[in-house]
Nanobody, 120 residues
């Protein structure tokens, strides 16, 4: 079974940095697009950043210039480097990946989520 496992969440200070990691495992033929989402208390889940299989990236306006998404295909992993953290970045962050398990079989998979809290 395909699984996404996240790590790196925790408590950050305003202006500080955190780095989130997400590694995929299981019977995987190829990983296409990967992304990070977040959900703050009482809010709907929102898209934070995406990275395509050709490494083209896209960011939400609220994090552009502060966050960087990257991937390591050999490790089947995606990362989110978060710099200049702000209190409004506080949320549960979720890894998402579009994964092929067969030549014509693909599906979206989600990580379990990791809490990021930014507070002084």
């Amino acid at each position: 079974q395909v699984q996404l496992v996240e790590s790196g969440g925790g408590l950050g200070q305003p202006g500080g940095s955190l780095r989130l990691s997400c590694a995929a495992s299981g019977s995987i033929l190829r990983i296409a697009n990967m992304a990070w989402y977040r959900q703050a208390p009482g809010e709907r889940r929102e898209l934070v950043a995406t990275i395509q299989d050709d490494s083209v990236t896209n960011y939400a306006g609220s994090v552009k210039g502060r966050f960087t998404i990257s991937r390591d295909n050999a490790q089947k992993a995606v990362f989110l480097q978060m710099n200049n953290l702000q209190p409004e970045d506080t949320a549960v962050y979720y890894c998402n990946a579009e994964i092929y398990t067969g030549f014509y079989r693909r599906k979206q998979y989600w990580g379990q989520g990791t809490q990021v809290t930014v507070s002084s």
